[in-house]
Protein backbone atom coordinates (compact mmCIF):
# COMPACT_ATOMS: atom_id res chain seq x y z
CA UNK A 1 0.00 0.00 0.00
CA UNK A 2 2.82 2.28 0.55
CA UNK A 3 4.48 1.82 -2.30
CA UNK A 4 1.11 2.07 -4.17
CA UNK A 5 0.79 5.44 -2.17
CA UNK A 6 4.15 6.42 -3.11
CA UNK A 7 3.94 6.10 -6.76
CA UNK A 8 1.07 7.75 -7.34
CA UNK A 9 2.00 10.89 -5.02
CA UNK A 10 5.27 10.92 -7.47
CA UNK A 11 3.19 10.68 -10.62
CA UNK A 12 0.39 13.38 -9.63
CA UNK A 13 3.56 15.67 -8.95
CA UNK A 14 5.26 14.65 -11.85
CA UNK A 15 0.97 15.72 -13.98
CA UNK A 16 1.30 19.12 -11.77
CA UNK A 17 4.69 20.11 -12.57
CA UNK A 18 3.97 20.06 -16.12
CA UNK A 19 0.80 21.47 -15.85
CA UNK A 20 2.16 24.72 -14.32
CA UNK A 21 4.97 24.49 -16.88
CA UNK A 22 2.54 24.41 -19.69
CA UNK A 23 0.33 26.96 -18.17
CA UNK A 24 2.87 29.68 -18.37
CA UNK A 25 4.25 28.51 -21.78
CA UNK A 26 0.39 28.69 -23.29
CA UNK A 27 -1.11 31.75 -21.40
CA UNK A 28 0.16 35.13 -22.94
CA UNK A 29 -0.25 36.87 -19.23
CA UNK A 30 2.06 39.51 -18.08
CA UNK A 31 2.42 37.46 -15.00
CA UNK A 32 4.59 38.89 -11.77
CA UNK A 33 8.44 38.07 -12.19
CA UNK A 34 8.19 36.23 -9.38
CA UNK A 35 6.31 34.03 -11.15
CA UNK A 36 8.26 33.84 -14.24
CA UNK A 37 11.63 33.22 -11.99
CA UNK A 38 9.72 30.45 -9.84
CA UNK A 39 9.02 28.03 -13.56
CA UNK A 40 12.53 28.60 -14.84
CA UNK A 41 13.39 27.02 -11.12
CA UNK A 42 11.14 24.15 -11.58
CA UNK A 43 12.41 23.93 -15.45
CA UNK A 44 15.94 23.25 -14.21
CA UNK A 45 14.87 21.59 -10.89
CA UNK A 46 11.71 19.96 -10.57
CA UNK A 47 8.67 20.73 -8.89
CA UNK A 48 9.39 22.01 -5.55
CA UNK A 49 7.77 23.89 -2.58
CA UNK A 50 9.72 26.53 -2.43
CA UNK A 51 10.96 27.09 -6.27
CA UNK A 52 13.54 29.44 -5.43
CA UNK A 53 17.41 29.99 -5.70
CA UNK A 54 18.06 31.12 -1.78
CA UNK A 55 17.11 27.36 -0.93
CA UNK A 56 20.20 25.66 -2.50
CA UNK A 57 22.51 27.00 -0.06
CA UNK A 58 20.98 24.47 2.66
CA UNK A 59 22.56 21.33 2.77
CA UNK A 60 21.03 18.65 5.02
CA UNK A 61 25.05 17.08 6.00
CA UNK A 62 25.54 20.80 7.27
CA UNK A 63 23.37 20.54 9.99
CA UNK A 64 24.95 19.50 13.34
CA UNK A 65 22.64 17.55 15.65
CA UNK A 66 23.47 16.36 19.15
CA UNK A 67 21.71 13.78 21.00
CA UNK A 68 20.15 14.55 24.83
CA UNK A 69 20.80 11.10 26.35
CA UNK A 70 18.88 12.51 29.57
CA UNK A 71 15.77 13.00 27.72
CA UNK A 72 16.35 10.87 25.11
CA UNK A 73 16.13 13.05 22.32
CA UNK A 74 18.16 15.05 19.08
CA UNK A 75 18.44 18.52 19.15
CA UNK A 76 20.38 21.02 16.87
CA UNK A 77 21.44 24.66 18.33
CA UNK A 78 18.67 27.21 17.13
CA UNK A 79 20.18 30.72 17.24
CA UNK A 80 22.23 29.54 20.23
CA UNK A 81 19.93 27.44 21.91
CA UNK A 82 19.00 24.15 21.89
CA UNK A 83 15.96 23.02 19.53
CA UNK A 84 14.64 19.46 20.35
CA UNK A 85 13.65 16.90 17.88
CA UNK A 86 10.29 14.84 18.72
CA UNK A 87 12.02 11.65 18.84
CA UNK A 88 15.30 10.38 18.81
CA UNK A 89 15.57 8.89 15.25
CA UNK A 90 18.50 8.54 12.91
CA UNK A 91 20.27 11.46 12.56
CA UNK A 92 19.98 12.09 8.77
CA UNK A 93 15.84 12.24 9.27
CA UNK A 94 16.82 15.14 11.93
CA UNK A 95 19.51 16.72 9.58
CA UNK A 96 16.60 17.02 6.95
CA UNK A 97 13.85 17.97 8.83
CA UNK A 98 15.85 21.05 10.50
CA UNK A 99 17.55 21.53 7.01
CA UNK A 100 13.75 22.49 5.65
CA UNK A 101 12.71 24.27 9.08
CA UNK A 102 16.31 26.59 8.05
CA UNK A 103 14.43 27.26 4.53
CA UNK A 104 11.24 28.13 6.13
CA UNK A 105 12.49 30.74 7.79
CA UNK A 106 15.49 32.17 5.70
CA UNK A 107 15.33 36.30 5.02
CA UNK A 108 13.98 35.25 1.45
CA UNK A 109 11.53 32.53 2.70
CA UNK A 110 7.84 33.44 1.95
CA UNK A 111 7.62 31.55 4.95
CA UNK A 112 9.19 33.71 7.07
CA UNK A 113 7.53 35.36 9.87
CA UNK A 114 9.58 37.69 11.07
CA UNK A 115 11.39 40.80 9.69
CA UNK A 116 13.24 43.76 11.06
CA UNK A 117 10.12 45.89 11.41
CA UNK A 118 7.80 43.21 12.08
CA UNK A 119 8.96 41.53 15.67
CA UNK A 120 8.31 40.03 18.92
CA UNK A 121 9.23 43.76 21.42
CA UNK A 122 10.67 43.49 24.47
CA UNK A 123 7.65 42.23 27.39
CA UNK A 124 5.27 41.26 24.34
CA UNK A 125 3.07 38.32 25.66
CA UNK A 126 3.13 36.12 22.12
CA UNK A 127 0.36 33.27 20.90
CA UNK A 128 1.91 30.36 18.83
CA UNK A 129 -0.68 28.91 17.13
CA UNK A 130 0.59 25.40 15.52
CA UNK A 131 4.07 25.61 17.19
CA UNK A 132 5.23 22.06 16.19
CA UNK A 133 8.97 21.81 17.01
CA UNK A 134 8.64 25.45 18.49
CA UNK A 135 11.58 27.45 16.12
CA UNK A 136 9.25 31.04 16.08
CA UNK A 137 8.50 30.83 19.97
CA UNK A 138 12.40 29.92 20.54
CA UNK A 139 13.18 32.61 18.46
CA UNK A 140 11.47 35.44 20.45
CA UNK A 141 11.48 33.51 24.02
CA UNK A 142 13.79 36.30 25.32
CA UNK A 143 11.95 39.13 24.96
CA UNK A 144 8.79 38.14 25.09
CA UNK A 145 7.25 38.66 28.52
CA UNK A 146 5.01 35.32 28.37
CA UNK A 147 4.53 32.52 25.61
CA UNK A 148 1.25 30.54 24.97
CA UNK A 149 2.22 27.53 22.63
CA UNK A 150 -1.11 25.69 21.20
CA UNK A 151 -0.08 22.47 19.86
CA UNK A 152 -2.31 19.14 19.62
CA UNK A 153 0.32 16.51 17.95
CA UNK A 154 1.10 14.72 21.19
CA UNK A 155 4.72 13.47 19.12
CA UNK A 156 5.92 17.09 20.11
CA UNK A 157 5.01 17.26 23.45
CA UNK A 158 8.23 15.91 24.92
CA UNK A 159 10.55 17.71 22.94
CA UNK A 160 8.46 20.90 23.58
CA UNK A 161 8.83 20.34 27.09
CA UNK A 162 12.71 19.87 26.73
CA UNK A 163 13.24 23.02 24.21
CA UNK A 164 11.69 25.35 26.86
CA UNK A 165 12.80 24.04 30.18
CA UNK A 166 14.76 26.54 30.59
CA UNK A 167 12.10 29.33 30.85
CA UNK A 168 9.12 26.91 31.49
CA UNK A 169 7.90 29.69 33.89
CA UNK A 170 6.87 32.15 30.94
CA UNK A 171 6.19 29.46 28.20
CA UNK A 172 3.34 27.70 28.60
CA UNK A 173 2.49 24.54 25.98
CA UNK A 174 -1.42 24.12 25.94
CA UNK A 175 -2.72 21.34 24.09
CA UNK A 176 -5.93 22.28 22.37
CA UNK A 177 -7.02 23.59 18.99
CA UNK A 178 -7.02 26.91 18.70
CA UNK A 179 -10.55 27.60 16.90
CA UNK A 180 -13.85 30.05 17.38
CA UNK A 181 -15.72 27.58 20.10
CA UNK A 182 -14.54 26.45 23.53
CA UNK A 183 -15.07 23.21 24.43
CA UNK A 184 -12.78 19.97 25.52
CA UNK A 185 -10.95 19.97 23.06
CA UNK A 186 -10.96 23.97 21.58
CA UNK A 187 -10.03 27.20 22.57
CA UNK A 188 -10.29 30.57 21.64
CA UNK A 189 -7.94 33.66 21.21
CA UNK A 190 -10.25 35.80 22.83
CA UNK A 191 -10.59 32.87 26.01
CA UNK A 192 -6.96 33.51 26.65
CA UNK A 193 -7.47 37.41 26.11
CA UNK A 194 -9.70 37.22 28.76
CA UNK A 195 -6.83 35.72 31.40
CA UNK A 196 -3.98 36.97 30.28
CA UNK A 197 -5.54 41.05 29.61
CA UNK A 198 -3.56 41.97 26.52
CA UNK A 199 -2.10 39.84 23.40
CA UNK A 200 0.82 41.69 21.73
CA UNK A 201 1.77 39.10 18.97
CA UNK A 202 -0.25 36.07 17.30
CA UNK A 203 1.58 33.38 14.38
CA UNK A 204 -0.67 30.98 13.42
CA UNK A 205 -0.42 28.36 11.14
CA UNK A 206 -2.56 25.59 11.51
CA UNK A 207 -3.29 23.71 7.75
CA UNK A 208 -5.93 25.15 6.97
CA UNK A 209 -8.21 26.30 9.48
CA UNK A 210 -6.51 29.82 10.31
CA UNK A 211 -9.97 31.51 9.52
CA UNK A 212 -11.69 29.80 12.61
CA UNK A 213 -9.00 31.30 14.66
CA UNK A 214 -9.18 34.60 13.41
CA UNK A 215 -12.98 34.43 14.18
CA UNK A 216 -12.05 33.20 17.61
CA UNK A 217 -10.58 36.15 18.25
CA UNK A 218 -12.91 39.34 17.59
CA UNK A 219 -12.93 40.97 21.05
CA UNK A 220 -8.94 40.99 20.84
CA UNK A 221 -8.97 42.35 18.02
CA UNK A 222 -12.09 45.09 18.84
CA UNK A 223 -10.58 46.41 22.27
CA UNK A 224 -6.97 46.48 21.82
CA UNK A 225 -5.23 49.20 19.42
CA UNK A 226 -1.58 47.62 19.07
CA UNK A 227 -1.38 44.03 17.90
CA UNK A 228 0.78 42.18 15.61
CA UNK A 229 -0.40 39.00 13.78
CA UNK A 230 1.34 36.19 11.12
CA UNK A 231 -1.04 34.35 9.85
CA UNK A 232 -0.31 31.56 6.87
CA UNK A 233 -2.53 31.99 3.79
CA UNK A 234 -0.53 29.01 1.80
CA UNK A 235 -2.94 26.42 3.11
CA UNK A 236 -6.33 27.49 0.61
CA UNK A 237 -5.97 28.96 -2.18
CA UNK A 238 -7.85 32.06 -1.48
CA UNK A 239 -6.84 33.08 2.11
CA UNK A 240 -4.18 35.45 0.71
CA UNK A 241 -7.24 37.80 -0.49
CA UNK A 242 -9.68 37.20 2.35
CA UNK A 243 -7.70 38.00 5.16
CA UNK A 244 -5.84 40.62 3.41
CA UNK A 245 -9.39 42.69 2.96
CA UNK A 246 -10.51 40.93 6.74
CA UNK A 247 -7.51 43.09 8.17
CA UNK A 248 -7.53 45.75 6.16
CA UNK A 249 -10.85 46.99 6.98
CA UNK A 250 -10.57 46.41 10.54
CA UNK A 251 -7.61 49.13 10.51
CA UNK A 252 -4.04 46.55 10.34
CA UNK A 253 -1.37 47.40 7.61
CA UNK A 254 -0.33 44.89 5.30
CA UNK A 255 2.80 43.28 4.40
CA UNK A 256 3.89 39.95 2.36
CA UNK A 257 6.75 38.42 1.74
CA UNK A 258 8.09 38.89 -2.19
CA UNK A 259 8.30 35.27 -3.01
CA UNK A 260 5.45 32.51 -3.29
CA UNK A 261 4.89 28.82 -2.21
CA UNK A 262 3.70 26.21 -4.06
CA UNK A 263 1.47 24.13 -2.00
CA UNK A 264 0.93 20.68 -4.27
CA UNK A 265 -0.12 18.61 -0.64
CA UNK A 266 -3.85 20.42 -1.71
CA UNK A 267 -5.16 18.45 -3.74
CA UNK A 268 -7.40 21.34 -5.46
CA UNK A 269 -4.80 23.04 -6.55
CA UNK A 270 -5.16 25.44 -9.41
CA UNK A 271 -3.61 28.17 -11.51
CA UNK A 272 -2.18 30.25 -11.16
CA UNK A 273 -0.67 27.35 -8.89
CA UNK A 274 1.50 30.51 -6.77
CA UNK A 275 0.71 31.24 -3.27
CA UNK A 276 2.07 33.90 -0.62
CA UNK A 277 3.32 31.81 2.25
CA UNK A 278 1.25 34.34 5.01
CA UNK A 279 0.54 37.39 5.49
CA UNK A 280 1.78 40.29 8.51
CA UNK A 281 -1.02 42.32 10.00
CA UNK A 282 -0.01 45.41 12.32
CA UNK A 283 -1.97 47.56 14.16
Request: proline share 3%.
Amino acid sequence: MGLISSYKKRKRLYNLEKDIIAYFSNNKINFPDEFIKAVDYIKQNGLQIFPHNFKDKYIPENVEVFTDKKVGLNYIFYEGKKLYYRKKRKIRETQNYFNGLYIEQDIQSPHRYLTNKFNVDEGDVVVDIGAAEGNFALSVVESAKEIYLFETNKRWIKALEATFAPWKEKVHIIQKYVSDKDDAFNTTIDALYKRTGKIDFIKADVEGAESKVIKGCRALIKNQKHIKIAVCTYHKQDDEQIFTKQFSDLGFGITKPDNYIIFHDDLNIKPPYFRRGLIRAIR
